[in-house]
């Protein structure tokens, strides 16, 4: 893996939990302007639009660059949609960072500590 597909997915991870947070927080914002006087929907709906959008941003530079297939690059999209899926998404872009550290470390034998960039 190369410095600019580590670049790319470690700014999806950094992006994939606070837009979870935004948008569990917009359901409750939601949920609060129906029930009581307090409405704080649009801002969170603007914080959650912006951590959103840059969601989508970090997503496609991701699956460019890493080649994701088309089901793995629909299931990070598909994460983003769905309340809590950040998390699920951030989990999954540690493991895959990890695994391909591993690949690199493991691709040159005898050079332990490595990595090939």
Same mark, same amino acid.
């Given at each position: 893996?190369?410095?600019?597909?580590?670049?790319?997915?470690?700014?999806?991870?950094? =992006?994939?939990?606070?837009?979870? =947070?935004?948008?569990?927080? %917009? %359901? /409750?914002?939601? /949920? %609060?302007?129906?029930?009581?006087? +307090?409405?704080?929907?649009?801002?969170?709906?603007?914080?959650?639009? =912006? *951590?959103?959008i840059?969601y *989508?941003?970090?997503?496609?530079?991701?699956?460019?660059?890493?080649?994701?297939? %088309?089901?793995?690059?629909? *299931?990070?999209?598909?994460?983003? =949609?769905v309340?809590?899926?950040?998390? +699920?998404?951030?989990?999954?872009?540690? &493991?895959?960072a990890?695994?391909? /550290?591993?690949?690199?470390?493991?691709? &040159?034998?005898?050079?332990?500590?490595?990595?090939?960039?």
């Amino acid at each position: 893996m190369d410095i600019k597909t580590a670049s790319a997915l470690r700014r999806l991870r950094l =992006v994939s939990a606070p837009e979870a =947070v935004s948008f569990l927080l %917009l %359901l /409750v914002c939601s /949920v %609060l302007k129906r029930t009581t006087e +307090f409405n704080a929907v649009p801002v969170m709906g603007w914080v959650h639009a =912006v *951590l959103f959008i840059l969601y *989508l941003v970090f997503w496609a530079d991701a699956w460019n660059r890493a080649k994701w297939s %088309l089901k793995t690059a629909a *299931l990070y999209f598909a994460l983003s =949609v769905v309340p809590t899926g950040g998390f +699920f998404a951030d989990r999954r872009l540690r &493991r895959e960072a990890e695994d391909a /550290v591993d690949a690199a470390i493991t691709a &040159r034998p005898g050079e332990e500590g490595t990595v090939n960039a």
